[in-house]
């Protein structure tokens, strides 16, 4: 059903008014000069007059310019031979002959006649008969041209074609109204947004069919609409039978028709994406909790609301001790699963105005409002200890992973949102270093460490260009023969704000910025252009130690750079040792493993560091393809204190021997260190008894007063 009309181009047709006056002059016996005058004088119109034998004896300006055929021309032709399609002429002659002799006559009518080039003419054409003063009939055909007409028609047709087939291809829904709301009627190529069946609109209003806010809605902005005289759009929302569905509805006045036109449009789709966009940008998909924006947000509200009314909040910062083990042990499946749990208890013991969020990783925050007293934050944080402290049962293993906890209070650790998280986050460093399984609350101290952290991560960027490190090497000795056989590369950074920092300090926020890797590579790169230089210099085939951090194996490009360097050198690969600690294979991870084989594939050494103060697993030593076995300096400084540590580092040489290992003690600080070690068996020594780590230049002079 179409109502909406396309308003055609013409108003109604004048050819009809014209009609009715051409009939109006017909009777007998008039004179023709004065009608040929009067058709004369109204030349717009097309008029031809002929007589009895359809011969032309009247042919104006207009029938020249509709027909083509000038006065001369026409005068005297047959209307046949002129105007009239071929298949039209039998008719046209008995119409003309019987209107002649039995009065019949012919009517006005649409018709389709040619002109002297062959072209269709449509015209309403209108005729009349005049018996003349000399008794012989004449008729006059009065032709109104309706080329412009029918096209005018035709393109109303086609365009109301085009609004069929676009309502129809558009799955907006169309209303019209009257001004007063009352809708006329609509389009709805998709019935199924409809509130109600197409049939209840017609000649109700909005508020009539749509529930009272909705309604209420549309009237408010029709108004405005009306008022405004421009488009105005608005969103709402309606419950229909599959749901709850969103709608866009523009409100446009057709002012010459004093109508309203209402589309609507379905944007439920939109609507969901949006929110999932909303979702997505707010929440963890993991484990669902707000992230670490959204907390961070709601952190900023919960800090309002606890100055206006002096109120006490706190911040609370979760870490899962130890959870990379999961990971790295148990793949990533389980310690997601261990992650969705952990975020479900902390949900289950906290109030329903707290907020809990993930920050990323195994790091939880909590958001504790509306605080009556500060001590109620320990009895929170003793609960969420206990419930860590109950098996996790995933996959049909039980897993304990304790939590550690810092906790930074409003307002006494801090007014804003990021001092608080920042300082809470120094308190759970506290915590791990208490022990983990533990909270601890921030203190001022700790400010103090978070803003060295800080301070050494900032200046950290821009270090290497800035060409603030500098490579130190400790000289490694042969216990036997007691001459130098190589060097422990050690880094050294010297910047202009912070003075000295050792490595311990800056190499773990290295690895956590992931700086390491740029760091490494030079150091690599450094290494090897001295042991270059040094093993030229002395003609000697000493060797090059290199500390790798776990993080630089994830570095792609750390093998081609080694092979790449040692070539550029010109440095064997035996030459170059590589020192990894048990925390590089604590993982397990493949890449890992790959990268170790690939390295001792290409001749270069693979040393144990630090054995003795991790786990010191001998599985590690038989597994991966260990070529020499460090031990740390904590032991070494003991050997010749105490028996029991004396006694392990013999039993660690022994060991490291029959798996074909060669021993460095570390740390060696005193000749009685170095004589013990000789007794014992150790292979390599290198520490402050010899030499301390020392800059390039001096250790070739070191090495040379000593060969
Ligand atoms: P590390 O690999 O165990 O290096 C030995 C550390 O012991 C060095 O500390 C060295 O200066 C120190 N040391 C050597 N002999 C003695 C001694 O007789 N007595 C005492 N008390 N200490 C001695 P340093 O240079 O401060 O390096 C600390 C740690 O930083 C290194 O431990 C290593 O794990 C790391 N590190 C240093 N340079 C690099 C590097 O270029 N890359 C990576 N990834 N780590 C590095
Ligand atoms: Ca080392
Ligand atoms: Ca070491």
Request: charged fraction near 25%.
């Amino acid at each position: 059903m179409t109502t909406i009309k396309v308003m055609p181009l013409l108003e109604p047709p004048q050819y009809m008014k014209l009609n009715k006056v051409v009939s109006a002059l017909s009777h007998q016996y008039i004179i023709n000069d004065p009608l040929h005058e009067l058709f004369d004088a109204v030349n717009a119109i097309p008029v031809q007059g002929y007589d009895e034998d359809r011969r032309v004896i009247y042919w104006n300006e207009a029938s020249e310019l509709l027909y083509g055929y000038t006065k001369e021309e026409a005068g005297g032709q047959k209307i046949e031979d002129l105007i009239i399609p071929k298949f039209m002429r039998e008719v046209v002659i008995e119409a003309h002959t019987n209107w002649i002799e039995k009065d019949v006559e012919i009517p006005a009518a649409e018709v389709t006649l040619c002109d002297k080039s062959g072209n269709d003419i449509s015209v309403f054409s209108s005729h009349v008969m005049f018996t003349n003063q000399y008794n012989n009939k004449q008729m006059y055909c009065i032709d109104i041209d309706l080329t412009e007409t029918r096209e005018a028609q035709e393109q109303a047709i086609f365009k109301e074609h085009m609004l069929e087939t676009i309502f129809e291809a558009i799955p907006d829904l169309f209303f019209l109204m009257d001004l007063d709301g009352t809708i006329i009627d609509y389009r709805a190529s998709n019935k199924s947004v409809l509130y109600v069946s197409p049939e209840q609109f017609i000649g109700k209003k909005m508020v009539d069919v749509l529930p009272d806010e909705v309604a209420k809605k549309f009237q408010n902005h029709i108004t405005k609409a009306l008022q405004q005289e421009e488009m105005i759009s608005f969103e709402y929302e309606l419950t229909l039978p599959h749901g709850l569905a969103y709608f866009e509805a523009r409100i446009s006045l057709l002012s010459t028709y004093q109508q309203i036109m209402i589309i609507i449009r379905d944007i439920t789709e939109q609507h969901k994406s949006a929110e999932l966009i909303h979702h997505q940008a707010y929440f963890d998909s993991l484990t669902l909790l707000p992230n670490r924006f959204l907390a961070l947000d709601r952190l900023t509200q919960i800090l309002i609301e606890a100055e206006s009314n002096n109120g006490k909040a706190a911040v609370l910062f979760l870490d899962l001790d130890d959870f990379k083990k999961v990971n790295d042990s148990l793949g990533h499946e389980v310690g997601d699963k261990f992650l969705i749990e952990s975020a479900h208890r902390l949900q289950q013991v906290l109030r329903k105005e707290d907020t809990v969020g993930r920050l990323g990783g195994d790091e939880f925050i909590i958001l504790l409002r509306g605080l009556a007293d500060h001590h109620d934050v320990l009895t929170i944080a003793e609960t969420l200890l206990n419930t860590f402290r109950e098996p996790f049962k995933i996959d049909g293993r039980e897993l304990i992973r304790t939590l550690s906890i810092g906790v930074a209070v409003y307002p006494e650790n801090g007014s804003g949102a990021s001092d608080l998280l920042r300082n809470a986050d120094a308190a759970m460093y506290q915590a791990k270093a208490l022990g983990r399984n533990t909270y601890s609350f921030f203190t001022q101290e700790m400010n103090i460490v978070m803003q060295r952290r800080y301070a050494i991560e900032e200046q950290m960027h821009g270090a290497l260009e800035r060409q603030e490190f500098e490579l130190y090497f400790q000289p490694q000795f042969d216990v036997k023969q007691e001459h130098i056989i190589g060097a422990e590369a050690l880094l050294r950074w010297h910047n202009p704000a912070l003075g000295n920092v050792t490595p311990d300090e800056f190499i773990p926020i290295a690895e956590h910025t992931g700086l390491i890797v740029p760091i490494g590579q030079y150091v690599i790169k450094q290494a090897l252009s001295f042991l270059n230089v040094w093993q030229s210099h002395d003609q000697k085939k000493y060797t090059m130690a290199v500390n790798l951090s776990p993080r630089q194996f994830k570095d792609t490009e750390l093998l081609s750079l080694i092979k790449k360097t040692l070539n550029e050198m010109n440095v064997s690969a035996e030459c170059f040792e590589l020192e990894i600690t048990e925390g590089v294979l604590m993982g397990g991870q493949s890449y890992i493993n790959d990268a170790l084989v690939e390295i001792n594939a290409l001749g270069i050494k693979l040393s144990m560091d630090d054995f003795g103060t991790g786990y010191s697993s001998l599985s590690y030593l038989r597994d991966y393809p260990f070529d020499i076995l460090k031990i740390d300096r904590s032991f070494i400084n003991g050997i010749t204190l105490n028996k029991s540590d004396c006694n392990l580092v013999k039993a660690i040489i022994a060991m490291s021997h029959s798996l074909g290992l060669v021993v460095v003690a570390e740390g060696v600080e005193t000749k009685e260190q170095l004589t013990l070690l000789n007794e014992l068996g150790c292979d390599v020594v290198q520490g402050y008894y010899y030499s301390k780590p020392i800059p390039a230049k001096q250790l070739l002079d070191f090495s040379v007063a000593l060969l």
